[in-house]
């Protein structure tokens, strides 16, 4: 699964942003779609999660009510609209995808990777 991720950029706190993510290649959507993300000096953790086929989703609760994971199967793509924005949330956000139903938080679960997009919130 080839996987194409934007939508990053700088935005005060108590700001939105929403992230793209699009999806091509072999049965994607019989995968689930994660997103994680990493800060300067920290590993990288689990945000958020989709199954493609029923669209269950899960979240990490340090962005639960906050953030939300949704796909579109008439473009592929799956979307991260993060609302109320926190100093804490600034990092690099990826999405990854992994055959299965389950949606994991590990990353060493998901086989593919889109390149990285840069999210900062200033205070």
């Known amino acids: 699964v080839q996987l194409q991720a934007s939508g990053g950029g700088l935005v005060q706190a108590g700001g939105s942003l929403r992230l793209s993510c699009a999806a091509s290649g072999r049965a994607f959507r019989s995968y689930v779609m994660g997103w994680f993300r990493q800060a300067p000096g920290k590993e990288r953790e689990f945000v958020a999660g989709i199954r493609w086929s029923d669209g269950n989703t899960y979240y990490a609760d340090s962005v639960k009510d906050r953030f939300t994971v949704v796909r579109d199967n008439a473009k592929n793509t799956v979307y991260l609209q993060m609302n109320s924005l926190k100093p804490d949330d600034t990092a690099v956000y990826y999405c990854?995808?992994?055959?299965?139903?389950?949606?994991?938080?590990?990353?060493?679960?998901?086989?593919?990777w889109g390149q990285g997009t840069q999210v900062t919130v200033s205070s």
């Open positions: 990854a995808a992994k055959a299965g139903v389950s949606i994991s938080i590990t990353d060493r679960a998901y086989d593919d």
